[in-house]
């Protein structure tokens, strides 16, 4: 299914990358997981799009990356900022809107930024951020750096207009951004053929003229090479690429859409489930022998303490004193 | 001091804010091997190289983001829209991403954007291309909104723009591109955002205005002179943040308000200053504030129309009159 060969080989898992990758995709899971019950107690208010299902698509694309690379995402971003290397406890005292937030509790869940590891947001409308993006590759290559910026979407920003504009630019200027599509086969509750023509979306890249591939995006291994190559041909020469990362969402929508259930059928989500990217990682991990159940036990328990901490982090942080309201509206 | 039209003092600016600070750079369509549509941007790409005068496709969302983007790696653009009435189609880059960033993300990602180009009523272009583009813009907080009356103010207050650290909306006029004026040579003159000029002094009412309509209440102004009415002109210039203290300063001076807006009258800048006068100067008015704006309809091609449209001498003269008189 990819449009471009393989130039180099795929990842050779060791003990220490499985256990990285693994770890990542459970803390992503379980801080997901703790922020649906914090969100059933009250604790979190608003929208919240959970990203359970999906792990293995932030955590083998961030792999590719560098510290100084840049990412950013939807408003189903919490794994995409967490891969990157935020702080759990600052990103769980956003969702409680506290002022150890990353945003000092202004943002919220679908708006998490962190300067610190150069994730450039959470945006909510649909697509707008692919110029962002676009952006932030055409300020690398102005300045004569070889940072690449890694762009998440879902399928719902494809029949954006914003979507086919970034596509354009970046391939016009020759811009380093990944476009990662996470193709989760709904836009809510739209399933994908019946909001576009083409359904195969890496197939837009050819439209454009620049390297497009899909990848099983349940595979954290395959996603990591595929989006290696891109990271590096985004580096090397500056070439766009267009990823599409076929994965699917284990929970509804958001937290107001429980079950995802009026637009897809039990049996679905109960096959798609089989697929679940950390068991089949965690399975292949020990059937390769770089990873012992103790070692698989042992990443659990630590995210199992991550997570907790985390919400005990956020519910000692207090609420944004009031003057907050007027700050960060201008800068001075 | 130097004498030369508004459209070259833009231009000058933008020349010597890139030749001051390699992070800013001008981007949008034509604005480079066209010289750009009203010719603002003229002779730049030969300065200053296609790295930094970039021609875009048109995509007015897409370039638009762009310049958001690139803000954040912490770069300064200056975003044209050929005329501002296609920047609707960059409404939600500009109220969505550029305005809140920085709110959004705590004062980690200030966004030093500069989105400039002609809006306001011009000559028989009809609905599409010809109206008053403002008001979709200042209701945002985290914009900061400017328009610019003068060459002077044109020059100082687009240097300002680019030097701010916050996006800025900067609308100017295809009628003044060649209305001439003395600019200053001072390659650091500014005039800080946020603050109003009284362009004629008076006694007897202040009129607020900005752009075309300022101009239309100068001449109304020494006409109504020789009746003995003294008109005082206050021209906000920056429409986010407002200079309230000027005009609210005006206003305690003469006891009476008439404010002047080209577009549609509804819910528009006239409305807010008039609440903002009756709000801080109630005890000093001695009449209610008069408001002359556009007809609550789109701009339309027929000149006689267009004429009826926005706001003439003769209609500002009588509310003018009538607040005088009362």
Not at chain 1, 100 to 129: E, P, T
Not at chain 1, 148 to 173: I, R
Not at chain 2, 232 to 242: A, F, H, N, S, Y
Request: glycine share 10%.
């Amino acid at each position: 299914m990819a449009q471009t060969k393989t130039a180099t080989p795929p990842t050779r898992l060791d003990a220490e990358l499985a256990r990285r990758l693994l770890t990542q995709m459970a803390l992503i899971r379980r801080f997901e997981e703790k922020a649906a019950e914090m969100y059933a107690l009250g604790k979190i208010g608003g929208f919240l799009h959970l990203y359970i299902g999906q792990e293995a698509v932030a955590v083998g694309a961030t792999s590719t990356l560098r510290p100084d690379d840049y990412a950013v995402s939807s408003y189903r971003e919490h794994g995409h900022c967490l891969a990157k290397g935020s702080d759990p406890r600052r990103v769980m005292a956003e969702l409680f809107g506290r002022v150890d937030g990353l945003s000092k509790g202004k943002g919220g869940s679908m708006h998490l930024f962190d300067r610190s590891v150069n994730f450039l947001g959470g945006h909510g409308i649909v697509g707008a951020h692919l110029p962002l993006a676009t952006g932030a590759g055409f300020a690398i290559k102005y300045q004569g750096g070889d940072q690449a910026v890694l762009c998440y979407f879902g399928d719902g920003a494809v029949p954006e207009g914003e979507f086919h504009e970034s596509m354009n630019l970046a391939a016009l200027w020759r811009l380093p951004v990944v476009f990662i599509c996470e193709n989760n086969r709904y836009a809510m509750g739209t399933a994908i053929h019946r909001a576009l023509a083409q359904t195969e979306i890496w197939r837009f890249a050819e439209t454009y003229g620049i390297p497009g591939e899909a990848v099983d995006g349940m595979d954290v291994l395959a996603v990591r090479d595929v989006v290696g190559r891109a990271v590096e041909r985004a580096r090397r020469d500056k070439t766009p690429t267009l990823v599409e990362a076929r994965t699917y969402r284990f929970r509804g929508h958001s937290m107001r859409d429980p079950a995802g259930s009026v637009y897809r059928t039990k049996e679905e989500v109960e096959r798609e489930k089989l697929r679940d990217p950390i068991a089949l990682f965690g399975d292949r991990a020990l059937k390769e022998g770089v990873l012992t159940e103790a070692d698989i036990r042992n990443v659990e328990k630590a995210v199992n303490d991550a997570a907790d901490e985390a919400v005990a982090f956020a519910e000692a942080s207090p609420e944004p004193p009031p003057e907050e309201l007027f700050t960060d509206v201008y800068k001075d | 001091m130097a004498v030369m039209t508004y459209r070259e003092a833009l231009n000058l600016a933008l020349r010597e804010e890139m030749r001051r600070d390699p992070r800013v750079f001008v981007m949008g369509e034509e604005v480079g091997l066209y010289d750009g549509a009203y010719k603002v941007t003229q002779g730049l790409l030969k300065e200053f190289g296609d790295k930094r005068i970039i021609d875009t496709p048109i995509c007015e969302s897409g370039f638009t983001g762009v310049g958001v983007g690139a803000a954040m790696l912490g770069l300064r653009p200056v975003i044209e829209m050929m005329t501002f009435n296609f920047s609707i189609l960059a409404l939600d880059q500009i109220v969505n991403s550029a305005a809140k960033m920085c709110y959004m993300s705590g004062g980690q990602y200030n966004i030093p954007l500069v989105v400039r180009g002609p809006g306001g009523p011009a000559a028989q272009l009809a609905a599409q291309h010809s109206q008053s583009m403002e008001t979709y813009f200042y209701h945002v907080p985290g914009l900061k909104v400017v328009r610019p009356s003068t060459p002077a103010d044109a020059k100082g207050l687009l240097k300002s723009a680019i030097r701010d650290d916050n996006p800025v909306i900067f609308i100017e006029a295809e009628t003044l591109y060649a209305v001439k004026g003395e600019v200053p040579d001072d390659p650091e003159f500014m005039i800080p955002l946020g603050q109003a000029v009284v362009r004629r002094e008076g006694t007897d009412v202040t009129v607020i205005a900005y752009m075309g309509m300022m101009y239309r209440a100068l001449e109304v102004a020494e006409e109504l002179a020789k009746e003995g009415i003294s008109v005082e002109i206050v021209d906000p210039r920056t429409l986010r943040p407002m200079d309230t203290e000027t005009i609210i300063g005006s206003v305690r001076k003469t006891h009476r308000a008439v404010v002047l807006e080209a577009g549609a009258g509804f819910a528009g800048m006239g409305s807010e200053i008039a609440a903002e006068i009756q709000e801080e100067a109630f005890d000093d008015l001695d009449a209610p504030v008069a408001r002359v704006t556009g007809e609550n309809a789109p701009m339309p091609y027929a000149k006689n129309l267009e004429l009826l449209k926005t706001p003439s001498k003769a209609k500002i003269a009588a509310a003018i009159r009538r607040v005088c008189n009362a």
